[in-house]
């Protein structure tokens, strides 16, 4: 891993008014690795990706870039620098096939006219490389299950070759050969080199893929973990601010009936 992070966030606050939305965040993501983004409703989570994303700048702080301060004041400045962000809307056109969704807004052309065979078979590589499995590429994107149109949305994320991708709850509302199939692709794109932000409120999902947790409560930090050397207890005291919760009172529970 480069001592260098990609991206580093150093004392970053963002207000709306009168609601101070984020205090003084830090966060590093490397390339190579998955930083899991967790946090309660209304912890700052969605802030903190649109700053990064140009959606909303920040206030005060710095935003780094491989080690150097940058401005991100749109969503084009964030895909300039190469910062690919995948909402939970999935942002697809149902009535699109899969090679139309994913050169939308990029389309090929040559001579003035759509190169469908370029942007099919270049589809068809990008998918091969990601071991999607979608029937074809030419099948309209309704007619895919809730992992195949995510797999797809993380795909075309990545025709920019972008070196950092945010995952805005990639597996929401999904079944479990579903999750399965999006959490594979997530530690692929890790295996490519790419530093990858994980926001997820499914613990089980952050502990299967990430390297680092980094947790949020009311806009500030509030803990960075080694997934490798913490347990979701741990995690979950973090994100409520308390070491008593549901879960530790469910094993301490447990503990007493097996006495």
Known sequence: MSATPVLALRGVSKRF???????????EIHAGEVVALVGDNGAGKSTLVKTIAGVHPIDEG???W???????????D???LGIATVYQDLA???????????????????????????????????????????PSVRIPIASLSGGQRQTVAIARSLLGEPKLVILDEPTAALGVEQTAQVLDL??????????VILISHNMVDVMAVSDRVAVLRLGRNNGVFNAQD?????I????????????????????????
């Open 92 to 134: 697809l056109c149902d009535n699109l096939d899969v090679v139309q969704n994913l050169f939308l807004g990029r389309e090929i052309r040559r001579v003035g006219v759509l190169d469908e065979v370029e942007m099919e078979k270049r589809s068809r590589e990008l998918l091969d490389t990601l071991s999607i499995r979608i």
């Open 62 to 64: 710095v935003i780094e």
């Open 17 to 27: 008014g009168a609601v101070q939305a984020l205090t003084d965040v830090e966060l």
């Open 66 to 76: 491989e080690g150097r301060p940058v401005t991100i004041n749109r969503p084009h």
């Open 78 to 80: 964030a895909q300039g």
């Open 230 to 234: 913490t347990n979701q207890e741990q």
């Open 186 to 195: 997530v530690e692929r794109l890790r295996e490519r080199g790419l530093a």
């Open 236 to 259: 979950i005291s973090a994100i409520t601010g308390a070491t008593d919760n549901a879960v530790t009172r469910r094993k301490a529970r447990t503990a007493e009936a097996d006495k």
